[in-house]
């Protein structure tokens, strides 16, 4: 049975760092293209960022401008995202998701606020 569960998310002051993992049982990480998205109140859920099945190639929605890293750890079949610089506007629940077996995670909550 697929599952992915995050991780990692909580309440940081703007300018803070987190760091959100995405632990993956059922399948193989490496095998699918992993993406982590999020999804703010009232807003729709929007690409934050994609690593491909190889894991050589990286892509960022055009809000990230550097400050978030998404990374793979083959040997614990999890994802990561990390985030520095954070900003309010970057408060939103982030889900992980497989691209191509199109399963997603709970969600974590992160929430930017002084």
């Known amino acids: 049975q697929v599952s992915l569960v995050e991780s990692g998310g909580g309440l940081v002051q703007p300018g803070g760092s987190l760091r959100l993992s995405c632990a993956a049982s059922?399948?193989?990480?490496?095998?699918?293209?992993m993406r982590w998205y999020r999804q703010a109140p009232g807003k729709e859920r929007e690409l934050v960022a994609h690593?491909?099945?190889?894991?050589?190639?990286?892509s960022y929605g055009e809000f990230v401008k550097g400050r978030f890293t998404i990374s793979r750890d083959n040997a614990k079949n999890t994802v990561y995202l990390q985030m520095n610089s954070l900003k309010p506007d970057d408060t939103a629940v982030y889900y992980c998701?497989?691209?191509?077996?199109?399963?997603w995670g709970q969600g974590t909550q992160v929430t930017v606020s002084s």
């Open positions: 998701n497989a691209a191509f077996r199109g399963h």
């Open positions: 059922g399948f193989i990480v490496s095998s699918d293209a």
């Open positions: 690593i491909t099945r190889a894991g050589f190639s990286t």
